[in-house]
Nanobody
């Protein structure tokens, strides 16, 4: 059974930093996708960053490029999202996702199979 567990959310002032962690278990090998999404109240869930281990390919949403950095610890099956220069508009529930194969574009939630419970990030001005 695949499990995805996020941690590391919190409250920070604008310009600050946070690091989110996502631990995945139950995936039989390292060739799978992991990614981060976020959902603000009243808005749709949107892709933040995605990673495919096999070719070490990383994609970012335009809104976070240059501020957020994705990294992965293969030994721990853990994905990290380092978030710098945070803005109030980054406030959202952040979700980690995993998939053996994406069924569509990485930034679409429907492309992913497994989801964590989410961790709240709040950025105050």
């Amino acid at each position: 059974q695949v499990q995805v567990v996020e941690s590391g959310g919190g409250s920070v002032q604008a310009g600050g930093s946070l690091r989110l962690s996502c631990a995945a278990s139950g995936l039989s090998n390292s060739n799978y996708f992991m990614g981060w999404f976020r959902q603000a109240p009243g808005k749709e869930r949107e892709g933040v960053a995605g990673h495919y281990t096999r070719i070490s390919s990383i994609s970012y949403a335009d809104s976070v490029k240059g501020r957020f950095t994705l990294s992965r610890d293969y030994a721990k099956n853990t994905l990290y999202l380092q978030m710098n220069s945070l803005k109030p508009e980054d406030t959202a529930m952040y979700y980690c996702a995993a998939a053996r194969v994406l069924s569509g574009v990485w930034s679409r939630p429907t492309s992913w199979n497994y989801w964590g419970q989410g961790t709240q990030v709040t950025v105050s001005s």
